[in-house]
């Protein structure tokens, strides 16, 4: 079963759609509802990893515009998923590994779409594309003003220009961008030395550290949103929407890093130390709704509790597929 509506369903039937990033968290997601939904799927990455039995499974570099044009060819809907994604620490220490790679696939991808002509084209962008703010809304979107995450946050924000390029002079509509918040779930990285928050502390509290360290009082704000709704969320974005502007996908309230914890304590017990001499990060980011709502019909429908329980039972079995998947920070 699948929790796609049924005017999608309709929609993805017997279609074509390629799914880049197939082989990571969200896009494994898109590529699962999207072969339920009926559709035919390609999924391209340069993880050597088979994530549905339905899906066809490419390997190839996003960076090489010839391949992306092949890769293209024929195909009715395209989900540019493929990102690079890391904690704070390696945003900072190794900007170029975020910066080049994402503006070459993001520009090859894009532009190979168009070439070809595809029938609707969704572009993942990311809430580190907004300028700081404790709420985000679309309408204050402000390019004039930088982004939080500097470098990848340029580079996602390049690609959105790049969307509304082709819509001021081809006149294209058929480009959707969304800006997912802070994503977890099954699939995720869980290498400690660059992995965002929940994923790390889930691999902590497999190996066993008593008690487990957690950065900041817990206070810190955020919106987390699991990746199944995230994936529905794209694929209601590229097929119901009506402009070349950003969605946001959120759950649409706050969670405190401590509430996070303490429902992650439910799934499995644990000792938990917050350590008050180490930064928490931004004390407040948080996706405003709304327009998803409005626009796409998008609302989120795993909780928290339900999420944090799927994805650690998840990551119990596959605890090392992390180390079978490219990884832009190694040296």
């Not at 329980?309 to 090392?320: I, N, P, Q, R, V």
């Amino acid at each position: 079963m699948t929790s796609l509506p049924a005017d999608i369903l309709d929609q993805l039937a017997g279609r074509k759609a390629i799914v880049t990033g197939g082989t990571g968290m969200i896009g494994r997601e898109v590529v699962r509802l999207l072969c339920e939904a009926g559709a035919e799927v390609t999924s391209v990455s340069l993880d050597r990893l088979e994530v549905h039995p339905k899906a066809k499974h490419v390997y190839g570099d996003l960076s090489d515009l010839g391949f992306c044009l092949d890769v293209t060819n024929g195909v009715d809907y395209v989900f540019h998923v493929a990102g690079i994604k890391g904690s704070v620490v390696v945003t900072k220490e190794k900007p170029a590994s975020f910066f080049v790679p994402l503006l070459m696939m993001n520009t090859n991808m894009l532009e190979a779409a168009r070439r070809n002509n595809a029938k609707k084209v969704l572009y993942t962008s990311s809430i580190g594309a907004y300028q700081s703010a404790e709420v985000f809304r679309e309408e204050d979107n402000d390019f004039s003003q930088p982004p939080m995450d500097m470098f990848p946050g340029w580079a996602k924000r390049m690609a959105e220009l790049q969307v509304d390029a082709y819509r001021i002079q081809y006149g294209l509509d058929n480009f959707a961008i969304v800006r997912p918040s802070n994503i977890y779930g099954p699939g995720d990285n869980f290498d400690e030395a660059n992995a965002m928050v929940i994923p790390t502390l889930m691999a902590r509290v497999r190996r066993g550290d008593k008690p487990v360290l957690i950065w900041g009082d817990g206070s810190a704000v955020r919106d987390f949103l699991h990746a199944t709704d995230c994936a529905r969320g794209i694929i209601l974005a590229c097929l119901r929407g009506t402009e070349s502007k950003p969605i946001n996908l959120g759950c649409g309230y706050g969670i405190t890093i401590r509430e996070m914890v303490e429902t992650l304590q439910k799934v499995t017990p644990f000792e938990a130390f917050f350590d008050t001499t180490k930064p928490s990060g931004f004390p407040k980011r948080v996706m405003d709704g709304t327009n998803a709502k409005r626009v796409i019909g998008f609302e989120p429908q795993v909780s928290l509790y339900e999420g944090l329980k799927g994805t650690w039972e998840w990551f119990l079995s596959h605890a090392d597929e992390h180390d079978k998947k490219v990884n832009y920070f190694r040296d």
